[in-house]
């Protein structure tokens, strides 16, 4: 993994005791990218998401981050850097600082720096702050918690826009950023909205593929048989599934040629937050099918 700007711990506490989001102005859509040119580009807009990512980090690497879970010393040391940050999604839960994650987060986007994806446990925080039915389970309890402690005041305001601004997935070029894993239709359809019907790609894209069957630990058993989906040459940069046995990301390729990169390595869990750096994207935003598409 490549250096791409990190700084040293002394620099990262000075940059992200600044770096705290004041709140929005008023009417502010905080699904807005920063940057100069793509004030516009509304996230769930995947062709203005697109564009403006390729805007906003023309020239630049890109890093991508795993599953963070509330681990905000990590996240800091993750994002202190000049790459582009696409985050891979479940900011929240878990670690003692959702709070400062999504804060972080939230000056990233307003920056121009980087962006999310949507993970499962970000969508299931948006759906208990807009007072849908959830499970609430003792690690979303102690999110909201975090989001309702003296000094929060601010993230909580604004954490449901930012959550329901964030893409399921997003396609540059052959590579494909997402949390739970791939589905075909995420290279030609538009991400659908984050709290409203859970289509098979959304479905897929929060959870990766369940077999409907509980696990002895309590969590849902899943497969990977969406890895052999992956056309050639793509890409998928994904979390969720922690796989690595080493605590790098861990790398498998599929029988049409396909290659996914998981990158949760249990960051807020007992683990570590992993991050990897890519070279800046070069290749048209188009993509090869296989015959049968879906």
Same mark, same amino acid.
């Given at each position: 993994m490549a250096d791409c700007g990190i700084r040293t711990d002394h620099e990262i506490r000075s940059m992200t005791e600044k770096s705290f989001l004041s709140p929005l102005v008023p009417g502010q859509n905080p699904a807005h990218i920063?940057?100069? *040119?793509?004030?516009?580009? $509304?996230?769930?807009d995947s062709d203005s998401i697109r564009s403006s990512v390729s805007q906003l980090?023309?020239?630049?690497?890109?890093? /991508?981050? *795993?599953? /963070? @879970?509330?681990d905000l010393v990590a996240f800091r040391h993750a994002v202190a850097t000049d790459c582009f940050v696409i985050q891979l999604g479940d900011l929240?839960?878990? !670690?003692? =600082?959702?709070? !400062? +994650?999504?804060?972080?987060?939230?000056?990233?986007? $307003?920056e121009g720096r980087g962006l999310f994806v949507l993970g499962n446990h970000d969508r299931k925080l948006a759906r208990a702050l807009s007072g849908r039915k959830v499970r609430r389970d003792a690690v979303l309890e102690a999110t909201i918690e975090q989001l309702q402690a003296p000094g929060n005041e601010d993230v909580l305001e604004e954490a449901l826009d930012l959550l329901l601004a964030a893409p399921a997935w997003l396609r540059l070029g052959d590579r494909?950023?997402?949390h739970g894993g791939?589905?075909?239709?995420m290279l030609t =359809?538009?991400?659908?909205? $984050?709290? *409203?019907?859970?289509?098979? $790609?959304l479905s897929r894209a929060l959870f990766g593929e369940v077999t409907g069957k509980m696990q002895p630990d309590g969590y849902p058993e899943r497969r990977l048989n969406w890895v052999d989906q992956i056309p050639e040459p793509v890409t998928v940069y994904c979390g969720h599934d922690r796989r690595s046995t080493d605590g790098r990301p861990w790398i498998r390729s599929g029988r049409r040629g396909g290659t996914a990169v998981f990158m949760d390595t249990g960051a807020g869990k007992?683990? @570590?937050?992993?991050?990897? =750096?890519? =070279?800046? +994207?070069?290749e048209p935003d188009t993509v090869f099918f296989p015959e049968t598409r879906f």
């Open positions: 920063g940057g100069e *040119g793509v004030e516009g580009a $509304a996230m769930g980090a023309a020239g630049r690497r890109i890093r /991508v981050v *795993g599953d /963070v @879970h509330g929240v839960d878990y !670690g003692p =600082d959702s709070a !400062g +994650v999504l804060r972080l987060m939230s000056r990233i986007i $307003a494909l950023f997402v791939f589905h075909l239709r =359809d538009e991400p659908p909205p $984050a709290t *409203g019907d859970v289509t098979p $790609a007992g683990g @570590h937050l992993a991050w990897m =750096d890519l =070279d800046p +994207v070069t």
